[in-house]
């Protein structure tokens, strides 16, 4: 069993800047693939910044050029940074991985979380105007 913890998070004016962390009991072959997603009151959760063991990272469209994933390998930590942050940003936010690197090759799709066996306690974002 892989625990995830996040860190970070919090309010901010739009335009401003937040990050958020996750630390995993242990990287295995169950972490090989590492994502953040989000859910905002009402709607669905959708998958925004993946992170995986080969791969380039994937970014949703509505993050792309603001949000950058990462990892911190002093922390031992998956990051996400969010620039610019606008109002439509605000949301639960969870991290979440699976041994199974096409996990999130399909970050995309909309049945992608149930494609993650590890998930973060989730962290309140919230973007004012």
């Known amino acids: 069993q892989v625990q995830l913890v996040q860190s970070g998070g919090g309010s901010v004016q739009a335009g401003g800047s937040l990050r958020l962390s996750c630390r995993a009991s242990?990287?295995?072959?169950?972490?090989?693939?590492v994502a953040w997603f989000r859910q905002a009151s009402g709607t669905e959760r959708e998958g925004v910044a993946a992170f995986f063991t080969g791969g380039l990272p994937y970014y949703s469209d509505s993050v792309k050029g603001r949000f950058t994933i990462s990892q911190d390998n002093v922390m031992n930590t998956i990051d996400l940074k969010m620039d610019s942050l606008k109002p439509e940003d605000t949301a639960m936010y969870y991290c979440?991985?699976?041994?199974?690197?096409?996990?999130?090759?399909?970050?995309?799709?909309?049945?992608?979380?149930?494609?993650?066996?590890?998930w973060g306690q989730g962290t309140q974002v919230t973007v004012s105007s």
């Open positions: 979440a991985a699976d041994g199974d690197i096409s996990a999130c090759m399909a970050l995309g799709d909309s049945e992608a979380s149930t494609r993650f066996h590890y």
């Open positions: 242990r990287y295995t072959t169950d972490t090989n693939c």
